[in-house]
């Protein structure tokens, strides 16, 4: 039974059962109501501690008198695991010395209060540390018990600064409060949080449509990359390809000799999950690779796809890591009636369930030691919860550098969920939110609620399963608004290939697939295509690494633009000096004209003082006067849409 | 490890740490997002175990597609602490049986799946608890296996409605999970939540204001009090009054030897807490006036009020129980530079915790033992919270009828706090909102929130301690108001006698402590004077017990009126077929005018059907017409406002 109360403490995710997740560099801010009965006063602290450390730090908690609440801050020196609680007291000496200088101050009578401070003096002196501290404490109690000195001089002997100070560093309370619950929270590394990804098939990137690509034709492309300002290359399964019940072009059921089939239908005869796919090279030309990347500054991120073609070599090996059915065959995946005879999933419950989660996080292990630090999960929702949180777990307590994306496209519960389970980042339903309300909507949920404290969104223009109606009808200058819009709403995003030539082609109309999809076809382009993309991505990569706004996550706000088919949102950074305005245009056909409602207040400026800003798209630069302006953006002339840096005289 | 992912348990309060509050007889609503990986169907159920009971009882969990979420109820059929979780299991056979139906429909061929059903069923029937069953599901199987027979049959067989039944009855889940918490429920006797409460001094009753009253003094007004419609009747502490340092009149330091103090200086040479005051009669007396209010269908709720005078037994007793200053003496209450020289707080915390802990329980097992089920808890917020939790579980472990109101004017979080630890009932801010936005915002979050499921506000019109400005300017006709508001907004109010006679006379111009205030003498009045408030309190009082509308706590919804002195709010019940909207001026000098909008579909009604209300103030009726309504309020017609009750055609 304690004296004191502390509750409300956040942030905090369904109490405590999910930890909360922020980057390296971070100040940690922590809020807590604490309180008591009567009238003491009450102190209180913040208690962490970092991966690896076995001693609690502290960081005080200092009282908000309008908010009746109190609040302290950590600063996040390293990446991995962390924990913390709060803990209060009541501090005896504070509320004496507070009590002792009103009844002084009313001029009443105060020599049994010299007696009991000087008790609590003594008190402290007994628990104190340090011999001088001792020596100290118990000659202030001393004076303040002298009746030979006059009675004044004992009060100001019990009202000093310096014994106050003594006090507060020996006291040891006798009625500490912790919080009930000892809170997580998962502290990652920068790029967690903030990168440009771009998707890319290796066996696309010969130069000879009939040639199967390989590293070495990949990594042609690393140096052209790193100029555009990518720092992920994410590569789809680059496993052998199953060849029992292979698709052909377009996904159908009856491929030619040489099709190449779907990286996804993992495993044959040459190997499963930590084999390479032969014509892609050797496991050494994979190193060079990712060697490669990482000497131009980026990474290589790897699909990790728990599912298995009929025959992947864990087929033969592990039969009882599958669904076996009644007649002694191994069940493929199914959603009824519709069958995918090509793929076998695993049983995650079955009776070797430790056997084959083990094997499952060796996969991991595999590429982590190839140097692999990231790792895109197709479909984590059709695998057990409970298997995401242990292997995450598994992997982050050896490497909290590695980094999860999770493809889960599955309803929101379910998504959250997997963020909340470990997932650093997720996929998010951007690609369907394409109107103004759409995307105010979602992105306030994502970056102004509890969400924002566990869900990085990634927000993929494209993907090989996802070409939007709104791109396939819209012309470049839909990739154009979408490429704006994904890169500064938050400060994850990606593209996949093909995107920065506009690729539109469904595979049927109504369809999101693409026509002749690289999922099961080798697709060779010419990358530099007159009128291609790069140029604007590369513009907008570099304000991304210029702008420490762009690079954060809850600092976005939509503000008020009177035309709906223009939306009109700010981030800005105060402590960087960096305030940006975007505004862009939804209609990817049609000119129009708005006037923004420009946050003075948020950017720091008075309402009549005129003020310049710079469109780090064009280095174009106007100066706007008061919070109501005019926006016009065409189409015709490949606007988007701005970034508008504001210049601070 | 589960398979299964439930959460965001609704009602749930801190998770689980504290119970959330309803009354008997009261539907407990339950909801719950619960899903697994994949796509097989789950089924899910609510546990739940009324107090003494040890087994577990169950109600269905059914899913609503729309919101992604699982609702189920069960009825509170008797009062006392109940405790419920969910859990949820892979419904097999279901999912099965679903995916059977389409792949049949598909015209695929299930042999596979016929065996795989049977398997099932066999495996159910050897866990059915009954021969007849096992027979009848081993039958099914033999049947669903039987390749003498056409296939058709095989299917039909399997799919019978029978079958599903019968494996849905005796199928025992291999994968049940539990949600994490067991959580509480507290329920309590219908008073607890629908009442009208008077409280009076019943040393003020004789009739002679030279003469104390008596326990006999104070029944002559039961019968009265009932004809009003009052449903309990508190009591300022009855025990014997402190002598040293007894206040006089209006709170003055020096006494006249006849003054009576103040009764919550508790105890003198005639006894404590446990002690009745002489001058009001021996405790058979106490006891009559208690049977005689329950012959009557009300009840008597005493004061515990833990402190006490320097002369109180348990001072001499005791002596450990207080707290002691290093020169030996007691030491008083006191807000420095305050002193309270008449009161010894009791040191809740002291070494002799246990023995002063179950002396302050055994007082209310000594009242209860003499037929009070209801305290009235005086400054619960200056004892500790964890006694508070303790007591009243301890009382309502034996007696869960007893009900406990808390009168903690105090910070929000700690009146809230309060309440969650146990407390029945709490006094309110009530009398310091007195305008509409003030009343909305506060009612608002008293009955829309969380707080709904955990606070019982209990709006008292004034208190021994609080005479408001807007009752000492506002005239009679603030008293009427604040009376039709009190009794409106929330089925608990209250009372402190002198207010139907209008008492507004405050000790000093800016205090809210009233003029000759009967908490240090004794005050005879003419209960029947003329123009008193009881005719209205009376119509009240039966409009509520005529009308469920306003005995129900979350209902309360506030609509538009154009004239911010008009408040506009509804109260429905209509399961009942109680539909009632209140309007009230809250201007007491001024007629005011307004429209106000009635919110029709709230009352199922459609825009142009005339409909007839009639004010249970006055009888009148009125035909209104579409939403918005005109209504004129004058406060020299007496009219503070209508309570209008729609009738239905």
């Not at 009675?151 to 919080?179: G, K």
């Not at 995650?348 to 094997?359: H, K, M, P, T, Y």
Request: glycine share 6%.
């Amino acid at each position: 039974m304690y004296t004191i109360v502390v509750e409300g403490v956040l942030p905090e995710l369904d109490g405590g059962r999910h930890p909360v997740k922020r980057l390296v560099g971070d100040v940690y801010e922590v809020g807590a109501d604490i309180y008591r009965d009567g009238h003491d006063t009450i102190a209180a602290r913040i208690r962490h501690r970092g991966p690896g450390e076995e001693e609690w730090r502290q960081s005080p908690l200092a009282y908000e008198p309008a908010e009746d609440r109190w609040y302290g801050s950590f600063a996040l020196d390293r990446i991995g695991k962390w924990h913390y609680t709060v803990e209060a007291w009541t501090d005896r000496f504070g509320t004496w010395r507070g009590d002792l200088e009103k009844k002084v101050a009313a001029g009443q009578d105060v020599t049994p209060e010299l007696l009991e401070g000087a008790e609590l003096i003594e008190a402290t002196a007994r628990r104190a540390w340090f011999g001088e501290a001792r020596t100290a404490l118990r000659a202030a109690a001393q004076r303040i018990r002298d009746t030979d000195i006059a009675r004044s001089a004992r009060i100001t002997a019990a009202l000093t600064p310096e014994l106050h100070a003594l006090v507060e560093t020996h006291y040891v309370p006798d009625d500490v409060t912790v919080y009930d619950k000892e809170l997580e929270l998962y502290v990652d590394r920068p790029r967690a949080g903030f990168a440009a990804w771009y998707e890319l098939f290796p066996r696309s990137q010969s130069l000879d449509p009939k040639q199967h690509g390989t590293f070495d034709d990949a990594a042609r492309r690393i140096p052209r990359l790193a100029e555009l300002g990518y720092d992920v290359i994410y590569l789809p399964p680059v496993h052998p390809i199953g060849r029992m019940f292979r698709k052909g072009k377009n996904n159908t059921l009856t491929p030619e000799p040489d099709d190449v089939g779907s990286p996804w239908a993992i495993g044959n005869e040459n190997g499963g999950h930590t084999a390479i796919e032969p014509a892609l090279g050797p496991i050494e030309d994979f190193d060079r690779f990712v060697r490669f990347a990482n000497d131009h500054g980026m990474e290589v991120a790897l699909d990790y796809a728990l599912q298995c073609a009929p025959d992947h070599p864990w087929v033969q090996d592990h039969p009882e890591w599958f669904h076996v059915r009644p007649d002694g065959t191994i069940k493929y995946a199914e959603n009824p009636p519709k069958k995918y005879q090509d793929i076998y999933p695993l049983n995650f419950w079955c009776d070797d369930r430790e056997g084959l989660w083990n094997a499952c996080r060796d996969v991991l292990f595999y590429w982590i030691g190839h140097g692999v630090k990231t790792f895109r999960v197709d479909n984590p929702h059709t695998k057990p919860f409970a298997f995401w949180e242990w292997v995450i777990d598994e992997v982050q307590s050896k490497h909290p550098d590695v980094i999860f994306l999770a493809e889960a496209f599955t309803r929101p519960k379910k998504m959250k969920n997997l963020a909340k389970l470990g997932f650093t980042q997720s996929y998010t339903y951007f690609t369907w939110k394409n109107t103004a309300f759409e995307l105010r909507e979602y992105l306030e949920e994502m970056t102004q609620t509890e969400m924002a404290e566990y869900f990085r969104g990634n927000f993929f223009v494209n993907t090989p399963d996802i070409l939007h109606e709104y791109l396939q009808h819209g012309g470049p200058q839909a990739f154009r608004v979408r490429l704006l819009l994904a890169s500064t709403l938050l400060p994850l995003y990606g593209i996949y290939s093909g995107y920065e030539l506009y690729e539109n082609v469904p595979v049927r109309p109504g369809s999101e697939e693409y026509m002749h999809s690289e999922k099961y076809e080798i697709r060779v382009r010419d990358w530099e295509a007159p009128g291609n993309l790069n140029p604007m991505i590369q513009r907008i990569n570099r304000a991304r690494r210029e702008n420490p706004a762009l690079q954060r996550y809850p600092n976005l706000q939509f503000h008020r633009s009177e035309n709906d088919q223009i939306l009109f949102y700010s981030k800005v950074a105060p402590d960087a000096g960096n305030y940006l305005l975007m505004v862009v245009n939804l209609d990817p056909h049609r000119p129009q004209e708005t006037m923004v409602h420009v946050p003075l207040e948020l950017l720091g400026l008075t309402e009549h003082e005129p003020y310049t800003v710079e469109d780090l798209l064009t280095g174009a630069r106007y100066t706007w006067r008061s919070s109501r302006n005019y926006v016009r953006l065409d189409p015709h002339s490949q606007q988007a849409g701005h970034i508008l840096r504001l210049e601070r005289g």
